[in-house]
Nanobody, 126 residues
Framework: QVQLVESGGGWVQTGGSLRLSCAASGRTISRYAMGWFRQAPGKEREFVATCNWSGEVTFYSDSVEGRFTISRDDAKNTAYLQMNSLKPEDTAIYYC???????????????????WGQGTQVTVSS
């Protein structure tokens, strides 16, 4: 059973940057697509970014395209989300997730993921 633990969240001013990490334990995330999602207060969870099993294919929501970068280091069993040019509307709890299928492609569908972390809070002040 894979356990995912996010870290790297915090408080930052508008225009700042943060790098989130998603460390996996228990099993490898190698050859599984990974995704990042977020949930702001009073809103539903939404897709942010995903990469396929190799990390070569990535896909982003329109709201973060060009500002956020998803990556992975399978040797460290860790996925990352580099967030630049942060805006107040990026404030949310950020979750990483592992795709349920082996050798999976990138997916924005949260129902494609079977393992989730506990989340890390990101707060962007104006």
């Amino acid at each position: 059973q894979v356990q995912l633990v996010e870290s790297g969240g915090g408080w930052v001013q508008t225009g700042g940057s943060l790098r989130l990490s998603c460390a996996a334990s228990g099993r490898t995330i190698s050859r599984y697509a990974m995704g990042w999602f977020r949930q702001a207060p009073g809103k539903e969870r939404e897709f942010v970014a995903t990469c396929n099993w190799s990390g070569e294919v990535t896909f982003y929501s329109d709201s973060v395209e060009g500002r956020f970068t998803i990556s992975r280091d399978d040797a460290k069993n860790t996925a990352y989300l580099q967030m630049n040019s942060l805006k107040p509307e990026d404030t949310a709890i950020y979750y990483c997730a592992k795709h349920r299928e082996y050798a999976s492609g990138a997916s924005a569908d949260e129902y494609s993921y079977d393992m989730w972390g506990q989340g890390t809070q990101v707060t962007v002040s104006s």
